[in-house]
Structures are given as C-alpha cells and as structure tokens.
C-alpha cells in the first residue's frame, strides 16, 4: 500500500537528516587524551556516609603517585570536606551544596 506523499516526505527528510548527523558525528569524533598529559582532576564527593569519603581517600595518594605534579581539586558537601581538607594529597577543597 502506498504512503501518503506528505508522510513519504517526512520519512525522507528525517533520513536525510539522521545520515548527516552520522556522517557529521563520525568525522568530529574526540581522540581519547594521553592520560600522561593530564595534570587538573576535579573530584566530586557528595557521599553522606563517612566510610565512603574514607575509602575515597587512596585515590589521591595514587593519582599524586602516577602524576607528581598533577593538582586535585575536591567539591564536597561539608562533611566530606571537614575530612578530606587535611589530606596531603589533595591541593584544594571546595565546599559545595550537594546537586542532589
């Protein structure tokens, strides 16, 4: 059964469209970064438990092991940055509201 013209129009415009969106995405596709050429992270802990922000805290030490001169930033709720402020890993503690 043949289609009406004005939905046999729309299929192929939005076909059109769909394979030059592919077409576009495919070319602009991100080379992954060389993970030896990152030096800022920024961390987000908004966890409420004190164990989590605890268990979270050997990834720093390790980024900083990794890349000595890397500098970590950390957002946290107040809680968890009361913990993680003192760290020696960590270069510097933003207090934030949790987005949640």
Same mark, same amino acid.
């Given at each position: 059964?043949?289609?009406?013209? *004005? ?10 469209? &769909?394979?030059?969106?592919? &077409? ?8 992954? &970064?060389?993970?030896?050429? =990152?030096?800022?992270?920024?961390? =987000? ?6 164990? !989590? ?5 050997? *990834?720093?030490? &390790? ?14 709720? !107040?809680?968890?940055? !009361? ?6 890993? %960590?270069?510097?503690? %933003?207090?934030?509201?949790?987005? %949640?």
């Amino acid at each position: 059964m043949p289609q009406p013209p *004005l939905k046999l129009w729309k299929r192929t415009v939005f076909k059109a469209i &769909a394979q030059m969106e592919h &077409a576009v995405r495919r070319r602009n596709v991100p080379t992954p &970064a060389d993970p030896s050429q =990152l030096r800022n992270f920024l961390v =987000l802990q908004y966890e409420s438990p004190l164990g !989590s922000v605890v268990h979270a805290t050997p *990834l720093f030490e &390790a980024l900083k092991s990794v890349i000595p001169d890397a500098h970590i930033t950390v957002a946290a709720s !107040s809680m968890a940055a !009361s913990v993680l402020r003192h760290n020696p890993s %960590i270069d510097r503690c %933003i207090v934030t509201p949790n987005p %949640i």
